[in-house]
Each structure stands twice: as C-alpha cells, then as structure tokens.
C-alpha cells in the first residue's frame, strides 16, 4: 500500500513538473527563411523571448499541419496561410498581411548582363537556382514570373530547385549557378553576388509577407500585432521590406 502510494506521489510529481516545464517554454515562431534576418529584431523589439524555427513556407505549412507545436507562422505568401485557415488550424481573426517583398536576379558576376527576359540565353551546361514552387514562395513567384514572361517552360532543363531562399542563395555565393531568384531583402548586406534584375513590372504578383497565430497563446498575439503595428513596420523597413 506504501508502495503504491510512493508510486502515485511520483507521477503526480512528475505531471506537475512536466506541465511547469511545458508553461515556461517559449512560444515558437513559424518563419519563412526570407525573415531569418529581421526575425530577431523583430523579437528583440517586442521584448519577450520567443523561438523561431525557420523554413520554406511549404514546409513549415505541412508542419503545422503535421501537429507540430508551432504557435504562429510569418509566411512570405498568403497561399500557406489560407491553406491552415481553410484546414481549422489558424484563426482567420488573427491573419496579418504585414510587409511586402521584391523578387530579384542575381549573379556573381557583377558585370554580367543577364535579366528575367533574357535568361534562355544562358548556356545550356548552366544552371538557374530557384526555389521548389510547391513549398517556397519565392520559387512559386518565380514560376509565375517566368509564365508572364512565356519562358517557363523552355528553362526546365536548367533550373536548379532548393527547399528554400537560403538555399538558393547560396548556390549563387558558391559560384555554382550561373544566375538566381531571390528576394531584394535576401542580397542585402552580401558583397559576392550583384543584383541584376528585378521582377517589378506590372501584371506579376507582387511578393507579401502574411502572419497568423496557430495557438491561443496570448504572447504570440500580442507579437502578431507588434510585428503589425507601426515599430513593427519600421523595424521590417530596416531591413528592406516595403510596408504592407
């Protein structure tokens, strides 16, 4: 009878420490890896800790989809946004457009004069990095681009697809492609690959950056509306994002 009740004494303890644990843990954060940078400032201005798990937007869609204990996603597109409201999994009252993004070209090549509309003349022995249009937006900006463009589908054989910007980022730094899509915001601060085009005349989407809260946690609510909010805004201008 000792025993057994030692025995329940030690599971109530041990749900009693598990459930202190699970409340002093950090909400976490959901970002696309184009935030990877202004993410920090971000938190660091609204002043409680949080956790950020970065990736491409597909992918951490299919995350929280997944059952991942992610709190609140900043996605650089409304289609993985929408995609967990119209699945139950984020509340619509909370959803934020709150920056927008420009799509470039780049190269690591200064002099090089390659833009969106001439890149079929590119060496068949070359390759085009892009991000996989099904999970990361910019790849899926890319796409849209290039069909506005009608030169999709004559530049398969010579794109390169990555799981996200970063990825594709850094086969441009290594030399390894002759030419990459990426965000403006992306290049900023990085001297070994030059801007050459950008993708900004009409007709295209333009790239925007969408939050929604996956949780009731109260911390990421209240992050969701700083990011939203006036310091929020400027703190993503810093960094290059145009507001929303």
């Known amino acids: 009878m000792r025993a057994a009740c030692r025995s329940l004494v030690l599971v109530f303890l041990c749900a009693l420490l598990a459930s ?3 409340k002093d843990e950090a909400p976490i954060v959901g970002a696309a890896s184009s935030l990877r940078h202004v993410m920090p400032a971000l938190i ?3 002043g409680t800790d949080l956790a950020v798990t970065y990736g491409g937007s597909g992918t951490l869609r299919k ?3 997944g059952g991942a204990p992610i709190d609140m996603v900043v996605f650089a597109s409304a289609a ?3 995609a967990l409201i119209a699945k139950k999994l984020a509340d619509p009252t909370t959803r934020q457009r709150v920056a927008h993004n420009r799509l470039v070209l780049i190269t690591s090549a200064r002099d090089s004069l390659l833009t969106f509309k001439t890149l079929t003349e590119v060496a068949a ?5 892009v991000g996989e249009p099904g999970a990361v937006p910019a790849g899926q900006y890319a796409k849209e681009t290039f069909e506005d463009l009608g030169t999709w589908d004559s530049l398969q054989d010579r794109i390169v697809f990555a799981g996200d910007v970063a990825a594709v980022l850094g086969y441009a730094r290594r030399g390894e ?3 990459a899509v990426v965000y403006e915001t992306d290049v900023r601060g990085i001297d070994d690959v030059h801007i050459v085009d950008s993708a900004d005349w009409s007709g ?6 969408v939050a929604v809260a996956t949780s009731e946690s109260p911390d990421v609510r209240r992050f969701l509306d700083f990011v939203a909010s006036d310091a929020g805004a400027e703190i993503l201008s810093r960094f ?3 507001e929303k």
């Open 80 to 82: 993985p946004v929408d």
């Open 240 to 242: 290059g994002f145009a």
């Open 177 to 179: 492609v002759a030419a």
């Open 204 to 209: 295209i989407p333009r790239p925007e950056v």
């Open 44 to 46: 660091h201005g609204f």
């Open 63 to 65: 995350q929280v989809e």
């Open 20 to 22: 202190c644990a699970s």
């Open 125 to 129: 022995d070359e390759l085009i990095a």
